[in-house]
């Protein structure tokens, strides 16, 4: 069987721009800036 691992992930809200990173467990775990995304206020007609 394989390992398995805690992973946490965080999203930052905010009015015109979202974030997403990723952190393992522990002291030592990696921490990933996977992107940012513009919110864009599109009028729906």
């Known amino acids: 069987m394989g390992e398995y691992s805690d ?11 979202h974030a997403v990173a990723v952190a393992e467990s522990g002291r030592r775990g990696e921490l990933r800036f996977i992107g940012e995304k513009w919110q864009h206020r599109r009028r729906i007609e």
């Open 7 to 17: 992973v946490y992930v965080a999203f930052d809200v905010a009015k015109r721009k």
